[in-house]
């Protein structure tokens, strides 16, 4: 179980969905700080604290209808 973190990871939308529209769905939790494609369907979404990943994460919110799978992600150093 990751621990909880600003950033979160998202699954289960489109594969055409932009970045930048994959943070205006999510400013509505609190300020992005930018939204990064992994894979198909999934993005991790970095917002400027922890608070608002920790208000997404609660929400279990939908886009599109689909309902989304929302877990804490911690950033590998590099």
Known sequence: M???????HV???PDALSEERVSSFFSTFGRVQKAERLSNNSVVVSFMD???????HSAEPKFDG?????????????
Do not use: P, W
């Open 2 to 8: 990751s621990r909880e973190s600003r950033h979160v």
């Open 11 to 13: 699954f289960g939308l």
């Open 50 to 56: 922890v608070r608002s990943a920790q208000k997404v």
């Open 66 to 78: 689909h309902q989304l799978r929302i877990t804490f992600h911690e950033l590998s150093k590099k």
